[in-house]
């Protein structure tokens, strides 16, 4: 999937940007932990589409309210190792800061290695709930929405759903080589006269924070940008 997305995106910058949709489907691996050093030792081999959704996946759920803590370690920690220190740890990670989920791998293990030596006990503690590990595999669907220049994308904005901008902003920093995000890439082909709107887009960090706030803050700086290049 994620050779074939890139090669889509790689010539769509002189054709029609094509609004994708998406699903996360979770799937379980069958690894678990019930202690901090069980945790650091799957997290040595479990496939990186596991981090990558303990990281992501959260976004793409129905929220009633506010988490805590946007990863699934850092609530693990909290909630069930009842690690408070560990838990603020892993949760100030942000994955946006990585080039690979294979280096965010390694921070994790770093954190709690760093934790493991701290305190004699910590190896051998028993949660009080083991952490699943589960994997992702993404759906796209294609919406048979297309726009062929930056104000007809601008038009559509506002109907474009929450998962289409996790596909197109999000899961885009996995497909692409530059870890962009699609909307950028796309942009990029219109001989640079939309350059500072790309530079904007790939300023934001879409981690901390909801898909819908995400959505808004996107749509409000295309709104913006065009408003002001047609005065």
Not at 183 to 188: C, E, K, N
Request: aromatic share 14%.
């Amino acid at each position: 999937m994620t050779e074939t997305a890139v090669q889509s995106f790689s010539g769509i910058s002189h054709g029609d940007f094509a609004i994708k949709d998406c699903a996360l489907i979770a799937i379980a691996t069958g690894s678990r932990a019930l202690t901090l050093k069980e945790l650091r030792d799957a997290l040595r081999t479990i496939d990186a589409g596991s981090i990558y959704y303990h990281f992501w996946g959260g976004l793409l759920q129905p929220r009633f309210e506010e988490r805590e803590y946007n990863n699934d370690f850092a609530a693990w920690a909290w909630y069930h190792l009842h690690d408070a220190d560990l838990a603020e740890r892993l949760a100030v990670i942000d994955p946006t800061e990585f080039d690979s989920l294979e280096a965010l791998r390694g921070e994790l293990i770093d954190i709690i290695e760093e934790r493991l030596d701290e305190e004699e006990y910590l190896p051998w503690l028993r949660a009080t709930a083991a952490f699943e590990f589960i994997r992702s595999q993404i759906v796209v669907f294609d919406t048979r929405k297309r726009a062929a220049t930056p104000e007809e994308l601008v038009r559509l904005f506002p109907a474009i759903s929450t998962s289409s901008i996790f596909y197109h902003f999000i899961d885009a920093r996995r497909r692409l080589p530059h870890h962009g995000n699609d909307f950028s890439f796309w942009l990029a082909g219109f001989d640079g006269r939309h350059q500072e709107l790309c530079n904007r887009l790939d300023g934001i960090d879409p981690y901390f924070g909801s898909v819908t706030e995400l959505r808004k803050e996107l749509n409000d700086l295309f709104q913006e940008f065009f408003r002001e290049v047609t005065v």
